[in-house]
């Protein structure tokens, strides 16, 4: 079946450093979400990127879908305390519906 | 509007008994989903409900686990008998179009199996 992988697992950063967390499909997806869930919280969506090779921005965090639709990833910089949480990509096949998530990039922030 | 709740918020009963999870997704939503996350693995598709009529329930583990949806408005998900390995949060999401929508989770139900 279709696998969504995330790396890194952890990331630990020291605020105001910026950093990347990617996500990679085994098949070629219809489009890719990016969810954060806070500590104890629920997953919420932040944005959906469709096309191939789109790029969207959200203040400091930056977006990016691969030429191939088989990989994403979410950059932030300027690490902020308050972007401490748990960051999913989830991807969903060509004609398909459902939501596959990745295991998802648990991010602490060192003050 | 009010967002997808979920009750109860946590549960924790002892293997072999019975639990039932509520989710009332956002009015007029006809796409209603239910994934489970174990232990900081990732979030895993259980089903997907288009208004009452089950779309896709390749998800769901075994048959101790029973879902629905009556007249498509809130959903319940039942675990009978309960196993040890079916604790987890269980989300229930919420979206008003397939595809292309982002979808609106709960806050999660903490099931423990003891």
């Known amino acids: 079946g279709q696998q969504v992988m995330q790396i890194p697992q952890y990331q630990h950063v020291q605020e105001g450093e910026d950093f990347t967390t990617y996500c990679n499909s085994s098949?070629?997806?219809?489009?890719i979400q990016w969810y954060k869930q806070r500590p104890g919280g629920h997953p919420v969506f932040l944005i959906q990127l469709v096309k191939s090779g789109e790029v969207k921005k959200q203040k400091r965090l930056t977006f990016q879908f691969g030429e191939a639709k088989k990989n994403s990833s979410l950059h932030i910089t300027a690490t902020q305390t308050t972007d401490v949480g748990t960051y999913f990509c989830?991807?969903?096949?060509?004609?398909?519906?459902?939501?596959?998530f990745g295991a998802g990039t648990t991010v602490t922030v060192r003050a | 509007e009010a967002g997808v709740t979920q009750f109860p918020s946590h549960s924790v009963i002892e293997k072999g008994q019975t639990v039932t999870l509520r989710c009332d997704p956002i009015s007029g939503h006809d796409n209603l989903y239910w994934y489970r996350r174990v232990m900081g693995k990732e979030i895993k598709f259980l089903l997907h409900?288009?208004?009452?009529?089950?779309?896709?329930e390749s998800g769901m583990p075994n048959n101790r686990f029973l879902a629905e949806r009556t007249g498509g408005t809130y959903s319940t998900l039942k675990v009978q008998p309960a196993e040890l390995e079916d604790s987890g949060v269980y989300f229930c999401a919420s979206s008003p179009g397939r595809f292309i929508y982002g979808y609106t989770f709960g806050s999660g139900t903490r099931l423990t199996v003891v």
């Open positions: 989830a991807g969903t096949l060509v004609n398909d519906y459902k939501l596959s």
């Open positions: 098949t070629t997806l219809s489009n």
């Open positions: 409900f288009v208004k009452e009529s089950k779309q896709d």
